[in-house]
């Protein structure tokens, strides 16, 4: 099993790295949150991750290496960054040093070869399998359910699994199948698994009478469901959606039209059969046909091209059209090429505008107010300014770092300070200021 991802072509030749993963039993759920990270983590870097299975079956998920997978890639910083995602420790290094610069590199020939060894294995599992085998299938909706081999033939088979209540009918490539056929007849049910065949051998005689009505479809059910698997790539039909975006996604993708002007030309012949519904203006159909264009169709060939300029750029001007050409196809067809009207959800340019002009007098008139209001200065502090407590001079006392009041180093008379009970008594100023004071 490859994961790809970007343009891989450039990648060809280069060293592989091995990566460690945290655990044997958890290298498919692992597997799977790399695949997903991969955009976030690469971007512009295209990235090969070869995971060499040799053994697919019922929760079982064996690779030939133990919980170690190659990957290589033209940004050794990003295959660092691989270790963020939940499962994976990172790459193998020299030693227990785990620095990047020792990073164990394996040869391009060596990992071809585990490569072919692991294609000739996933061969192996599907060989052997005709029309009346019992098989277990691997992957989509219906996965690890077992079945009857109906129909086979260029490299797809038709699946008939019989449960309780009803019988379904599944077409699923033959590589997505393992061959059960050395199963018993009396234990080919559709959960078929080790405890099935633990349960035969420990109590045969008992066995047979537990899965007997498992075997056969209940005849009250006349006629089976059929459920077709429709591949990975294929995209989802909207029929029942008449909206433009559902129409040029069905255009670019099933159809397979990449012209913007042709795809405009058939949204505007549905327009004027009202078959899909109209928009307020033909600069939304522009922006619809750009966006699925861009995501639909160029990110797919290269996911680099971050806007429609750099299609444009790249790919020629034949990809450069405007919402007034889209004008020009149908001038009968009604509908503006821009909205004239302000929006009552107040999201159009004449709307904020309107907007702003009601709040600018409101905030003038504030401004104008805050004018007319002038504090007085404050008085400039001297060192004769006398304290309000102790009536000493401010040079008599402590300044703080920013010239705030603090400790007196006065001295104390009867005459002026109530805490001098004696007559002709001095010492000490007690006087405290601010903090000193709350102390």
């Given at each position: 099993m490859?994961l790809?991802?970007?343009?891989?072509?450039?990648?060809?030749g280069?060293?592989?790295?091995?990566?460690?993963?945290?655990?044997e039993?958890?290298?498919e759920?692992t597997?799977?949150?790399?695949g997903?990270?991969l955009?976030?983590?690469?971007?512009?870097?295209?990235?090969e991750?070869?995971?060499?299975v040799?053994?697919r079956?019922?929760?079982v998920?064996?690779?030939?290496?133990?919980?170690?997978?190659f990957v290589?890639?033209?940004?050794?910083?990003?295959?660092?960054?691989?270790?963020?995602v939940?499962?994976?420790?990172?790459?193998?290094?020299?030693?227990?040093?785990n620095?990047?610069?020792?990073?164990?590199?394996?040869e391009?020939?060596?990992?071809?070869?585990?490569?072919k060894q692991?294609e000739?294995e996933?061969?192996?599992?599907?060989?052997?399998?005709?029309?009346g085998?019992?098989?277990?299938?691997?992957?989509?909706?219906?996965?690890?359910?077992?079945?009857?081999?109906?129909?086979?033939?260029?490299?797809?088979?038709?699946?008939?699994?019989?449960?309780?209540t009803?019988?379904?009918?599944?077409?699923?490539?033959?590589?997505?199948?393992?061959?059960?056929?050395?199963?018993p007849?009396?234990?080919?049910?559709?959960?078929?698994?080790?405890?099935v065949?633990?349960?035969?051998?420990?109590?045969?005689?008992?066995?047979?009478?537990?899965?007997?009505?498992?075997l056969?479809?209940?005849?009250?059910v006349?006629?089976?469901e059929?459920?077709?698997?429709p591949?990975?790539?294929?995209?989802?039909?909207?029929?029942r959606?008449r909206?433009v975006?559902?129409?040029?996604?069905?255009?670019?993708?099933?159809?397979?039209?990449h012209?913007?002007?042709?795809?405009?030309k058939?949204?505007?012949?549905?327009?004027?059969?009202?078959?899909?519904?109209?928009?307020?203006?033909?600069?939304i159909?522009?922006?619809?046909?750009k966006?699925r264009?861009?995501?639909d169709?160029?990110a797919?060939?290269?996911?680099s091209?971050?806007?429609?300029?750099d299609?444009?750029?790249?790919?020629?001007?034949?990809y450069?059209?405007?919402?007034?050409?889209?004008?020009?196809?149908?001038?009968?067809?009604?509908?503006?090429?821009?909205?004239?009207?302000?929006c009552?959800?107040?999201?159009?340019?004449?709307?904020?505008?309107?907007?702003?002009?009601?709040?600018?007098?409101?905030?003038?008139?504030?401004k104008?107010?805050s004018?007319?209001?002038?504090e007085?200065?404050?008085?400039?502090k001297?060192p004769?300014?006398?304290?309000?407590?102790c009536?000493h001079?401010?040079?008599?006392?402590?300044?703080?770092p920013?010239?705030?009041?603090m400790?007196?180093?006065?001295?104390?008379?009867?005459?002026?300070?109530?805490?001098?009970?004696?007559?002709?008594?001095?010492?000490?100023?007690?006087?405290?200021r601010?903090?000193e004071?709350?102390?």
């Open positions: 490859i790809e991802y970007g343009d891989v072509s450039k990648v060809q280069l060293p592989w790295f091995m990566m460690e993963l945290r655990s039993k958890t290298i759920s597997m799977r949150r790399v997903k990270q955009h976030g983590i690469f971007r512009h870097d295209p990235v991750i070869f995971i060499p040799i053994k079956d019922l929760d998920f064996e690779l030939s290496t133990g919980p170690y997978v290589r890639s033209t940004s050794f910083n990003a295959l660092l960054r691989l270790k963020s939940t499962g994976v420790v990172s790459l193998v290094t020299e030693g227990d040093t620095r990047p610069n020792k990073a164990i590199s394996v391009d020939d060596y990992v071809q070869s585990l490569i692991a000739e996933h061969r192996k599992r599907a060989i052997g399998i005709e029309v085998s019992f098989v277990r299938i691997l992957n989509g909706e219906t996965r690890d359910f077992c079945g009857m081999v109906e129909i086979i033939g260029d490299g797809k088979a038709v699946i008939r699994v019989t449960l309780r009803k019988s379904i009918l599944l077409e699923t490539p033959v590589r997505n199948l393992l061959n059960l056929s050395h199963v007849k009396e234990q080919r049910v559709y959960y078929y698994s080790p405890l065949e633990g349960l035969f051998n420990d109590n045969p005689e008992t066995a047979t009478a537990m899965v007997e009505e498992d056969h479809l209940d005849e009250a006349p006629m089976p059929v459920v077709e698997e591949p990975a790539e294929e995209p989802k039909k909207h029929s959606q909206t975006t559902a129409l040029v996604k069905k255009l670019v993708l099933i159809e397979g039209m012209n913007p002007m042709d795809i405009a058939a949204v505007v012949k549905a327009l004027h059969s009202k078959e899909i519904k109209a928009p307020k203006n033909l600069f159909v522009y922006c619809i046909i966006d264009l861009r995501q169709y160029f797919k060939i290269d996911p091209l971050s806007n429609y300029r299609i444009i750029k790249k790919y020629g001007k034949d450069k059209f405007s919402a007034n050409q889209i004008a020009k196809i149908d001038p009968d067809l009604g509908i503006p090429v821009q909205t004239v009207e302000v009552k959800d107040g999201r159009s340019r004449e709307a904020r505008k309107a907007s702003k002009s009601k709040i600018q007098p409101a905030a003038e008139v504030k104008l107010a004018k007319g209001k002038q007085p200065k404050k008085k400039k001297t004769h300014d006398k304290c309000g407590e009536l001079e401010r040079k008599a006392h402590k300044l703080s920013k010239g705030a009041w400790r007196c180093t006065g001295v104390s008379n009867h005459d002026i300070h109530p805490w001098v009970k004696e007559k002709g008594g001095s010492g000490p100023c007690w006087c405290k601010f903090k004071k709350e102390k």
